[in-house]
């Protein structure tokens, strides 16, 4: 019993280092899984705690048509009381990406965006974006740390032929 023990003890930490490893081989899995899924998810559903949580505290939010840098405070004010009207709007969000650079702990990513928003009133609209984002881990976990974007350097055939995330 015990030499049974002993050799489901060992396969099972076998296998908790074959999973560790291939996660460490694949930061981009990684990344997509803490990262980008539940971003898509939160900016979809309207869920700003969700949204606000693959950000990291020191985060730099860059909107760069506006000329505009804020910090985690600008860019996730108190909305405690106050109604928010694109909860109205049905929106969604697709990434795809045309550079992903990982290691270490630190990560780049650039790629273009595409959002859709339908209005109450049925009226929708799209647009497209790119995207510059760094990520770290933190606890283990990666974050977005610097969030750059601009809708002048974006279209639809350049989003068309980036890479979509998986």
């Known amino acids: ?6 050799a489901f ?14 996660a460490q ?12 899924k539940p971003f898509i998810e939160s900016f979809s559903n309207n869920n700003q705690e969700g949204f606000k949580a693959v950000h990291s505290k020191d985060v730099i939010r860059v909107m760069r ?3 505009v840098i804020w910090g ?4 996730f004010p108190d909305q405690k009381g106050k109604q928010n009207s694109s909860q109205n709007y049905k929106k969604s969000i697709e990434l795809r990406f045309i550079q992903r650079i990982a290691a270490n ?3 780049f990513e650039v790629g273009y965006y595409n959002t859709r928003s339908v209005a109450p009133d049925g009226k929708q609209r799209s647009s497209y974006g790119k995207f510059h984002v760094v990520l770290r881990k ?3 976990i ?12 974006a279209t639809e055939e350049e989003f068309k032929k980036a890479e979509a995330m998986e």
């Open 142 to 153: 990666w974050k977005i740390l610097v969030d750059a974007d601009s809708g002048k350097e």
């Open 25 to 36: 081989d694949n930061p981009q899995k990684e990344i997509n899984d803490q990262v980008w």
């Open 72 to 75: 985690y405070e600008q860019y």
């Open 65 to 67: 048509d506006d000329k």
């Open 138 to 140: 933190e606890n283990g």
């Open 1 to 6: 019993m015990k030499n049974r023990y002993k």
């Open 105 to 107: 702990g630190k990560a």
């Open 9 to 22: 003890a060992i396969a099972f930490l076998m296998v908790l280092l074959q999973l560790s490893l291939q």
